[in-house]
């Protein structure tokens, strides 16, 4: 499972910041997760506890916050809002977009002690 895997790289991150900003708990942790990252938040949040369990996270409470997806029509120039990853220009139908965002996933705050 794909959720698994990028669990394991937050768990790996949260114990290097533990290191080198000493800290032992994590109580609270924001995720931003891209519309088009291909994560799905039920099988994240199911993850989260099976990953953290025995770590300094154990405990922690997760927030998810959805990126939405845009990108650059490279057709016509306009701005684009993306729900897939195929998705094609609004304006033109182009297929060929650049993304500019909603790939994203990454760690936003953390709450320590
Ligand atoms: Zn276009």
Known sequence: MHELSLLD????????????????????????IG???????EALRFAFD???NNSLAQHAQLTIKHIAGQGRCV???KMTPMREL????????HFQLDILSGLEMKITELEVR
């Open 9 to 32: 790289n937050v768990r790996t991150i949260l114990e290097e910041h533990a290191r080198s900003q000493q800290f032992e708990i994590v109580d609270k942790i924001t995720l931003e």
């Open 35 to 41: 519309a088009l990252s291909c994560i799905e938040s």
């Open 86 to 93: 195929y998705d094609t220009c609004l304006h033109c139908g």
């Open 75 to 77: 057709a016509c120039g």
């Open 50 to 52: 099976t990953v953290m």
